[in-house]
């Protein structure tokens, strides 16, 4: 028979059928088929109208039969949905649970979250504990300042003469080539026990504190044994302190000399490679030595920067970059003739993580030729810092210069710009080894209030791009009281094992004068700094009344999570802040700007809203009400806010006084308390607990079994009124172990699941129970006992109606192993409680459908059946239409979930594919189906991500800088000697040093194994159901090879039933889908810079003092080099160890005192 032409178009939907009575929509064991005879197709021209155009196709190689009618598909439709809903009403049990729970009335109540007071009363414990570390904090900082006052300077001071617990000593000494391992323990260091502190969660002496000394900073010069010498004395305070409050964690005083002391002592995390902690660039100690920052870094590239004055130049610019905080705005030009940005940042930009990130990797691709032009370098520095129409710091304002050298001074730009009141400071930076005449640039420095310092080689750049922080805190030491201001700092990683904390921090300054009647002493000591782990924060805030979708959250003035259940970093490099916006924590959208803006400003407010949430598994997005309320914390930078869905108003609080608090028995005697116990599984189903924290003494484990072994032997000793006990989550869980027992006994025990195609039927719920049945299931059940933490928990409390989730698979692994009927589908609903006029959700119930028997199931009631053993017949006489069963070789039939994911099909090779992304399956189909509206795309970035280290590059292949001499430069004999000395530090320093210590990954360099992984961006994509809700017909044109197809949203569920033709050829294969996780840059940084995100700095600034003697700024001072210390330094790289300080160091160190 002819085949008609295919039509592009899509119908509207059909009238309302009858609802079928098919024998699977109810109790009745197994789908049968019996429903009224259809008539004769009707005519074609009883469809069309002039809004629709019904196609009604034959298919090749199906004769007959043609593509279905859209009446008839929405009647299998309505056969699917039937079928589900009979099920779950049979076994989900829901009805029942809420007669369960009735029936129990009164062993619980019904309690309700208050937002307001709630979020009051946490932001004002929060207040409290962090006020205790405030107290601490001024206690120490005072005694410091007093310690050091009293203290006589004395110059003749050797190293056997300081006794202290050197941190680094006992790693020293595990390393072959230390030269301590050659003398032995020294007599200074003393040698410490250590007892394991889980609060620190590290071995520690509260006997004593213990020193961190800088591996570049020599340990026996003067100005370090000092140090050592008055800071000892604060060893008293810190005990002192630890008595007032025992909660205190670690006390650090970071002295501007790069000693660190701190207590309780513990050894030092001993690197696999160099040690490059420095406490003067720790995230806390940057924030509270100086005020904020607006930093210009121009950068000389003309033509006499030779190779490796380049190459230092570019390290010492990545170092500088990372004395910078996100309080801090930056931006870095090169200059030769004129001046340029070396990145597409125009103007001033936030000093965060990935801004610099971009300016590091620009440097490097920076050229150096043309002559020098300080005058455009200037120019272009001052017209960024004059720039008031963009977001910045506004407080310090500073110019950081490196050059080689030049002649001019510029004066006249300095006149123009600068003078007389000098508001921007002026730092500049001889990099390499040459002859020019250093005068311009000290005067430079000398004149803009600012310093000049000399990089001749790598070993001074770390000490020499952080000096400038000394000069910034000379306004802030003048200023006195008023500038003793306690800061806290975001989120970071301690150096020393603790976690993720926070800091608050305290300037210590020096109070000595020069001699009687002289000026006030203008330097900073160093910071006070007291840390508190978020682990402490977080036991402040409800844990398990909010339900398993609400939440605590808390701000910083820069808009980054301090507090949020999605503040889960994947690997941290200590070096920097986990500075993890609110906006990228959540799904982005114009109510959580408006929220995320009125906390930082200090403000109260609520606030309902419809928004996107993410699934816990990152597969989903679910469309969801929630109510925002949040309150500043007072006597902070932060604001805490509270989140909760409407169905968490309430919650249930069990009551067990009548029966079990008059008896002081064990709670193992208590009547629900045997179901519980591994042999009542037989009979009652397995039951999982969830890992909560029941009682202090309650041992912890990954293996729920074993927790629920130790919780059984711990009830045996334990009253339920005991002191070590949370009463709250223990009278829960067995308050619902007994309710979900009841529930076996009604619903579950006497039903045969096999009947129906069912691997278990459960319940879960907000008291941490998880009931599988019957007992052979929890087997092969994998989802999280925690039902907080279990994603079909959370969406189905906030779905309404059947949520289905397939098993996972991902498309780079093997599809899923039919065996012994294992692979099942959950279906799972909420169970709503209606109690007077107060609703809520404490519970779960689902089934796990059996894979292959529900997809035989599918393609029956799909089916043109008229009863349930027989097909439907059609002749060659007579017009039929395809179905799901009959016509699978020519007709495709799925159902797939709002996330696009395979549920079922009619494909029998497809079964191994249910799980996957549907664009993995039928790439063509699915495009449809998403230019369709059927779907909506969801694209954001997890900044959390780990990713696997990258193999490393071919070194020796990298380009090296070449410079070429002019014939002044042959003439000149000390350019011969200078030349043939750094010919040969050019190859040890870059091929030794350069390449494994500054531009290794800094985490590596801190001493990471090779093989850990690194931080990243994650491009995440999800799916979710469109705007479409309707039954829909359209085609996917493609000529010869055009595909008709039908789709429909299933009621009360999360699927979409789709029926297609098969493909007939491929040449019109479309781009597919992509959903899976890919790596990414993250957004475009230069686009983000131009519609920054709000914030606020911090209240206070100190940048000026009219006091302030600016006499001390650099004129140069270093010890020349000698031909014994390159021959030393030289013999050192050669073996591997790690150089000894220059001395040009300790001439910068002793200025301060």
Not at 365 to 381: C, L, P
Not at 729 to 740: K, S
Not at 766 to 787: H, Q
Not at 863 to 886: F, I, L
């Amino acid at each position: 028979m002819a085949v008609p032409a295919r039509t592009c178009g899509a119908s509207r939907p059909g009238p309302a059928q009858t609802a079928c009575h098919w024998p699977g929509c109810g109790p009745q064991p197994g789908p049968g088929a019996r429903r009224p005879a259809s008539g004769p197709p009707r005519p074609l021209w009883l469809l069309l109208s002039p809004l629709l155009l019904l196609p009604l196709l034959a298919a090749p190689g199906a004769s007959a039969y043609s593509f279905p009618q859209q009446h008839t598909m929405q009647h299998w439709a309505r056969r699917l949905e039937q079928e589900v809903d009979g099920v779950m009403r049979i076994f989900g049990g829901v009805q029942q649970l809420r007669e369960i729970y009735k029936d129990n009335r009164n062993l619980f109540e019904v309690q309700e979250n208050e937002p307001q007071k709630l979020v009051e009363k946490v932001a004002g414990d929060i207040e409290s504990l962090l006020d205790r570390k405030v107290q601490a904090l001024k206690r120490l900082a005072d005694a410091a300042e007093n310690f050091q006052k009293a203290h006589r300077w004395q110059d003749n001071i050797k190293e056997e003469d300081i006794v202290y617990y050197d941190a680094k000593a006992d790693a020293e000494l595990d390393d072959p080539e230390s030269e301590d391992v050659e003398r032995g323990f020294k007599a200074s260091t003393l040698r410490l026990d250590f007892i394991e502190d889980p609060n620190f969660k590290n071995k520690v002496n509260y006997s004593y504190t213990a020193v961190q000394i800088p591996t570049d900073i020599y340990k026996g010069s003067t100005v370090i044994l000092n140090e050592l010498n008055w800071t000892e004395a604060l060893e008293n305070v810190f005990m002192e302190n630890r008595r007032q409050d025992p909660t205190l964690l670690w006390q650090v005083f970071g002295s501007a000399t790069g000693v660190t002391r701190y207590y309780p002592a513990t050894p030092w995390r001993a690197p696999k490679k160099i040690d490059l902690y420095d406490v003067r660039r720790r995230p806390w100690y940057i924030q509270g030595a100086s005020s904020p920052k607006d930093m210009v870094i121009i950068v000389d590239v003309s033509g006499s920067v030779s190779g490796l004055t380049l190459k230092l130049m570019k390290t010492s610019v990545c170092e500088m970059l990372d004395t910078l905080s996100d309080d801090d705005y930056v931006n870095v030009a090169s200059f030769n003739e004129k001046a340029q940005p070396v990145s597409c940042f125009t103007h001033l930009v936030q000093a965060n993580v990935r801004n610099k990130k971009v300016f590091k990797e620009a440097v490097q691709g920076m050229v150096a030729k043309g002559t020098t032009g300080y005058k455009a370098g200037f120019e272009y520095a001052f017209d960024q810092l004059q720039n008031s129409n963009i977001t910045r710091a506004n407080c310090n304002k500073m110019i950081m210069m490196f050059t080689d050298g030049g002649e001019d001074r510029v004066q006249d730009v300095f006149e123009k710009y600068n003078w007389p009141n000098r508001t921007v400071r002026v730092f500049t930076f001889s990099v390499g080894q040459h002859n020019y005449d250093v005068t311009p640039l000290q005067w430079m420095a000398c004149a803009n209030k600012g310093y000049y310092f000399e990089i001749p080689s790598i070993g001074a750049i770390r000490i020499n791009t952080q000096e400038y922080l000394d000069v910034l805190g000379r306004p802030m030491v003048l200023a006195g009281k008023e500038a003793k201001q306690v800061q806290w700092t975001n989120v970071y990683e301690d150096a020393l094992g603790l976690g993720l904390v926070v800091t608050g921090t305290l300037p210590v300054f020096n109070l000595t004068q020069d001699g009687p009647g002289e000026k006030k002493n203008q330097l900073i000591l160093g910071v006070m700094g007291i840390d508190v782990a978020l682990n402490d924060i977080k036991r402040l805030t409800p844990n398990y009344t909010l339900g398993a979708n609400g939440y605590v959250f808390a701000i910083d003035l820069n808009g980054y999570v301090l507090l949020h259940p999605n503040l889960k970093p994947q690997t941290t490099n200590f070096r920097e802040p986990v500075t993890l916006d609110f906006l990228d924590a959540e799904l982005e959208d114009e109510n959580k700007e408006e929220i995320r803006r009125s906390m930082i400003d200090g403000n109260k407010g609520h606030k309902q809203i419809r928004t996107l949430v993410k699934s816990l598994d990152e597969r989903y997005i679910d469309e969801v009400t929630r109510n925002y309320t949040w309150v500043p914390i007072r006597s902070t930078n932060y604001s805490l806010g509270l989140v909760l869905p409407p169905y968490s108003t309430f919650y249930l609080q069990a009551n067990l006084s009548d029966q079990i608090l008059q008896v002081k028995l064990p709670i193992s005697k208590l009547k629900d308390f045997e179901f519980l116990l591994p042999s009542s599984f037989e009979s009652e189903g397995h039951v999982f607990i969830a890992p909560r924290e029941y009682c202090k003494d309650l041992n912890a484990s990954d293996n729920n079994t074993e927790f629920l072994k130790n919780f059984i032997e711990l009830m045996e000793k334990v009253t339920p009124d005991s002191k070590q006990c949370n009463n709250f989550l223990l009278h829960n869980l067995i308050l619902d172990t007994g309710i979900t027992q009841q529930l076996v006994e009604r619903v579950w025990r006497d039903q045969d699941l096999n009947t129906y195609s069912l691997l278990a039927v459960f319940a879960a719920t907000d008291g941490g129970i998880t009931r599988v049945f019957p007992n052979k299931a929890a087997e092969d059940w994998t989802e999280n006992p925690e039902p907080f933490n279990a994603s079909f928990y959370r969406r189905s409390l906030d779905n309404h109606g059947y949520v289905f989730k397939p098993p996972h698979q991902d498309a780079l692994l093997r599809p899923l192993e039919l065996e012994n009927d294992t692979v099942g589908i959950l279906v799972s609903t909420a169970v709503e409680l209606s109690l007077g006029r107060r609703t809520l959700r404490p519970a779960v119930v689902g089934v796990k459908l059996d894979l292959e028997a529900w997809a035989e199931k599918f393609k029956v009631l799909a089916s043109n059946r008229t009863h349930q053993d027989q097909p439907q017949q059609c002749g060659p006489n007579s017009h039929c239409e395809m179905d799901c069963e009959v016509n699978n070789e020519d007709l495709l039939c799925v159902l797939i979930d709002d996330g696009g994911f395979l549920v079922l099909s009619n494909q029998n090779h497809q079964w191994d594919q249910v799980g996957r992304f549907f664009s993995e399956v039928d790439a063509n189909l699915m495009l449809a189906l998403y230019n369709n509206s059927f779907y909506t795309r969801k694209e954001s970035y997890d900044y959390q991500a780990a990713c696997a280290p990258q193999p490393p590059g071919n070194l020796g292949a990298a380009p090296r800088g070449v410079f070429v001499p002019t014939v002044a430069d042959f003439l000149n004999l000390a350019w011969w000697t200078s030349a043939a000395a750094w010919s040969l530090f050019q190859q040890l320093l870059y091929g030794l040093i350069y390449h494994s210590w500054f531009q290794a990954d800094p985490a590596e360099a801190e001493g990471s194994p090779e093989t850990r992984e690194s931080s990243c961006v994650m491009k995440q994509t999800q799916y979710y159901f469109g705007s479409v809700n309707a039954s829909y017909n359209a085609i996917i044109d493609c000529g010869n090879c055009s595909r008709l197809f039908h789709a429909q949203r299933l009621t009360n569920t999360n699927l979409l039933f789709v029926v297609a033709e098969k493909p007939l050829c491929s040449q019109c294969e479309a781009g597919r889908l992509l959903q899976k996780e890919t790596h990414s840059d993250g957004p475009e940084q230069c686009e983000l810079v131009q519609r920054p995100r709000y914030r606020r700095g911090p209240h206070i600034c100190f940048d000026y003092n009219a006091t302030e003697d600016t006499s001390d700024c650099g004129r140069g001072a270093s010890f020349p080099p000698s031909l014994g210390v390159l021959v030393s330094l030289q013999l050192l790289l050669l073996l591997g160890l790690p150089p000894r300080p220059q001395p040009q160091v300790l001439v910068h160190a002793s200025r301060r005192l």
